[in-house]
């Protein structure tokens, strides 16, 4: 087998083929690795290994044979996500057709925002397609770019029927009243998208494909979503006129202007704005507590379910196995030219680093070593390790250090002294860099969503109070989401219900996902609500009633459109892939508390508080507002 997968395998170890070869045998000696260096990139060797691990994978009466490692957890993580695409959209599209009949009581009317999701997620498929023809994309930004197609265009059409529909009973003509519908409800699309674009924009700023991907195929949706809403809604909606209420499924009381559900909670929460937003902020921050716990790890194979033969072969591992070789850090030098002439360097170094707490072996031309001493002479394998150019040593980790301490190993091997240069690689240590290189940027990432926008709404409000109160809610609001995820995922609580396995981590570029797009949903149902509040404002110059008035008007579409974002996020908790179930909990935790909580309570309360004070800015901004300004 293995001869005839040379063209594949850059090289063999086996567990019978070295003296006292002890990190590939098991504790028992029942169990052996045989570790392949598959040649090619990642993403290459991935493709290589769809050839190779069924080829290899064998099970009869004397031997049992299986494929696992980080590229084969990493291939069956994007068969699982595959999988997953079909199951949750499909499941998602019933639920959010009958949630639309309810919401507009009409056939016609909860059709149309599905048919028009499919141009959108057209669209932003066709976007990613041109995107990938320059540049790498992530496999996983397909399931992103799907998920949100569906769920904000649903959103953007849920906001221009209902306008169109409005319009319509306010005795308008079709024409008049789709003219009208864009100018009121399509500006107010285009300033949501344009706010959420820009929180994930941001993750453009990261040196890493892999979230750079996630910014191609949310930027691809919302632009889609936001061409569909604006060009072919309104030209169907022409089309279709008054039969847009065709298939009334049946027809339900008006309430009168200041006697529906939300104007009475905005009045009851503005008769006592301190204790309600006390309350909230408080509800807020105790939520959020879990968060100063926050543990950034390694995602492995945990992040498949139980019966992924990948994950069953680290399970192996991590059981029966005293140190982990397939994760062994490669310690490289560059400049030793002559390595054979350097053996006594070489050898000393080894001893050092196999006195690290948590080595249990380490490997070099020169022989392998362990707490301190040479156990195996080099043989022929040995050569490996050296080149005309320079030599490598391989530091295997034993289980114990490597599930207790990973990064605090590669500091420590890092740290350890070297009769020459060297570059500390392998998987421990590019995930060691990639969560400090991301941690990195994160205040950078922050800042640049925060002041942009702040710009953005300011722009649209014509004030500097009204920004700064949105971020200081969303950042709040956010807190709360990611102390659940750490309650959750971390450590380890619903784990039975929602069936994975918690490693005690969260794997870092999560977190950073889910900020970027709560941050740019949140600000797109603020951008709603503050337009109708505005324009109330503008027309009455009564703080109070403008609010009430505003959260009438907007409320009951923006719990319907957080609902039914919720829908297309809950379905990813049915995946088998844990990332997607904390990117599926994370952004429904988001919607549905800056929905509820933030729209319902804190924001009245706050701006109770405020006054007209809400609308303040320096008379030379709001001059230049009113010349730029996004609300004309």
């Known amino acids: 087998m293995v001869t005839s997968s040379r063209t594949l395998c850059r090289s063999v170890s086996l567990g019978w083929d070295r003296e006292r070869a002890k990190t590939l045998r ?7 690795l045989v570790v392949a260096r598959v040649s090619g990139s990642a993403t290459e060797a991935c493709a290589r290994l769809g050839v190779l691990s069924p080829q290899f994978t064998r099970e009869d009466a004397n031997i049992t044979v299986a494929v696992g490692g980080r590229e084969e957890v990493l291939r069956q993580i994007g068969v699982e996500s595959q999988h997953d695409l079909v199951r949750t959209e499909g499941v998602s599209l019933v639920i959010m057709l009958v949630l639309l009949l309810f919401v507009f009581r009409s056939v016609v009317a909860a059709v149309l925002p599905l048919v028009i999701s499919m141009f959108a997620i057209f669209g932003s498929l066709l976007t990613l397609r041109i995107i990938a023809s320059f540049t790498e994309v992530s496999s996983f930004a397909l399931n992103l770019a799907t998920m949100l197609g569906l769920g904000l265009s649903v959103d953007y059409s849920l906001f221009i029927v209902s306008r169109f529909r409005e319009e319509l009973r306010s005795g308008k003509e079709v024409h008049d009243a789709v003219v009208r519908t864009v100018e009121a409800a399509g500006r107010t699309v285009i300033f949501s998208g344009l706010t959420f674009a820009i929180s994930l924009s941001a993750l453009l700023l990261f040196p890493y494909f892999y979230l750079r991907s996630f910014a191609y195929a949310g930027i691809g949706v919302i632009v889609a979503g936001v061409l569909s809403a604006l060009l072919t809604l309104p030209a169907v909606l022409t089309i279709l006129g008054r039969r847009i209420d065709r298939g009334t499924v049946w027809r339900a009381g008006r309430s009168v202007a200041g006697e529906g559900f939300w104007h009475r909670i905005a009045m009851f929460v503005m008769r006592r704005p301190v204790p309600v937003g006390i309350a909230g902020v408080a509800l807020l921050v105790i939520l959020g507590l879990p968060f100063l716990n926050l543990n950034f790890g390694i995602a492995d194979d945990r992040i498949l379910p139980l019966e992924a033969s990948s994950r069953q072969v680290q399970e192996q591992i991590r059981q029966n196995f005293a140190a982990e070789e397939t994760d062994a850090m490669h310690v490289v030098a560059t400049d030793v030219v002559a390595p054979a002439t350097h053996s006594a360097e070489i050898e000393r170094y080894a001893i050092a680093l196999s006195r690290i707490p948590g080595i249990a072996q380490v490997d070099a031309l020169t022989g392998s070593y362990a707490n301190g001493e040479r156990t195996a002479a080099p043989i022929d394998w040995s050569a490996r390790f050296a080149s005309e150019r320079g030599t490598w040593l391989s530091v295997v980790s034993s289980e114990d250090r490597l599930n207790r301490d990973p990064f605090g190993l590669v500091r420590d091997v890092r740290a350890t002294h070297a009769p020459f240069a060297v570059e500390v690689g392998g998987p421990l240590a590019e995930a060691l860099d990639f969560r400090s290189a991301l941690l990195a940027f994160v205040p950078v990432v922050v800042g640049v969503i925060a002041v942009v926008t702040f710009i953005v709404i300011f722009l649209m409000t014509g004030s500097l109070v009204m920004p700064l109160k949105a971020i200081i809610l969303n950042f709040l609001s956010l807190s709360a989401t990611f102390g659940a995820l750490v309650w ?104 549905l508390l800056d929905a509820s909580l933030i729209r319902a309570l804190l924001v009245p309360a706050f701006m109770r508080l405020m006054g007209n004070a809400n609308w303040w800015a320096p008379a030379a901004l709001q001059r230049l507002q009113r010349r730029f300004g996004l609300n004309d």
Do not use: W
Not at 26 to 32: E, I, M, P, T, Y
Not at 534 to 543: A, L, M, S
Not at 547 to 575: D, H, I, N
């Open 26 to 32: 098991n504790l028992d000696s029942k169990q052996a």
């Open 488 to 591: 959750i995922f971390q450590e380890g609580n619903l784990s039975t219900i929602l069936n994975f396995t918690p490693s005690g981590t969260l794997e870092i570029s999560m977190p950073v996902l889910i900020f970027c797009v709560a941050f740019g949903l949140s600000m797109d149902y603020e951008v709603f609500i503050m337009t109708r509040i505005k324009e109330e404002y503008d027309r009455t110059g009564d703080n109070v009633h403008s609010v009430a008035t505003g959260l009438e008007q907007s409320g009951p579409l923006v719990t319907a459109a957080a609902v039914l974002l919720a829908v297309v996020f809950v379905a990813l908790t049915t995946s088998g892939v844990v990332f997607f179930k904390i990117l599926g909990i994370g952004l429904t935790l988001a919607v």
